[in-house]
T-cell receptor, first 110, second 112 residues
Framework: GQQVMQIPQYQHVQEGEDFTTYCNSS?????IQWYKQRPGGHPVFLIQ?????EVKKQKRLTFQFGEAKKNSSLHITATQTTDVGTYFC??????????FGTGTRLKVLA | IAGITQAPTSQILAAGRRMTLRCTQD?????MYWYRQDLGLGLRLIHY???????GKGEVPDGYSVSRANTDDFPLTLASAVPSQTSVYFC???????????FGNGTRLTVT
């Protein structure tokens, strides 16, 4: 079946350093969504990418959808302690089903 | 405040017991989902429903059942709990296919 993998599984960075997580799907995706889950919390929607090669920015966060629509990345510039959490990508599988990636847990050291 | 309500917040359950996790949304979303979250495995889809009266199987449906009698409620039932069902369970909803998912606060279930 369809698989969505993320790397790395964990990342520790010093505050102010950059961070990138990568998402790879075994199949072509019509769109991809990104979520953030704070420790002890629930996933919260960040953004959706639809077009091949699309790049979207939210303040210090940059999201990119690959040309083949099988991979995506999230880059955070100059991390802050508020960026701590787990970042998930999610892609549609059939109708009304979203399959989540394994997540990247980010820890920011002050 | 509009959103998704899950109950209970946490539960310790003896193996073999039956348990229903409740999920209610007040956003009139068409689609609802149940995910389980385990460390290192991310969020895995258990069951989903794209509209009242219909349900479908996700990635890990065995041992779980759902019903969707109306738009707002989507309960998840464990007929006979086993320790491997120890997990955090999240209910989610979306207005349309390809719309963002809104998650509840989760239910932490421990099966002993």
């Amino acid at each position: 079946g369809q698989q969505v993998m993320q790397i790395p599984q964990y990342q520790h960075v010093q505050e102010g350093e950059d961070f990138t997580t990568y998402c790879n799907s075994s199949t072509t995706l019509s769109n991809i969504q990104w979520y953030k889950q704070r420790p002890g919390g629930h996933p919260v929607f960040l953004i959706q990418l639809v077009k091949s090669g699309e790049v979207k920015k939210q303040k210090r966060l940059t999201f990119q959808f690959g040309e083949a629509k099988k991979n995506s990345s999230l880059h955070i510039t100059a991390t802050q302690t508020t960026d701590v959490g787990t970042y998930f990508c999610a892609g549609p599988s059939g109708t009304y089903k979203y399959i989540f990636g394994t997540g990247t847990r980010l820890k920011v050291l002050a | 405040i509009a959103g998704i309500t899950q109950a209970p917040t946490s539960q310790i359950l003896a193996a073999g017991r039956r348990m229903t996790l409740r999920c209610t949304q007040d956003m009139r979303h068409n689609a609802m989902y149940w995910y389980r979250q385990d460390l290192g495995l991310g969020l895995r889809l258990i069951h989903y429903s794209n509209t009242a009266g219909t349900t479908g199987k996700g990635e890990v449906p065995d041992g779980y059942s759902v019903s969707r009698a109306n738009t707002d409620d989507f309960p998840l039932t464990l007929a006979s709990a086993v320790p491997s069902q120890t997990s955090v369970y999240f209910c989610a909803s979306s207005q349309l296919y390809n719309s963002p998912l809104h998650f509840g606060n989760g239910t932490r279930l421990t099966v002993t």
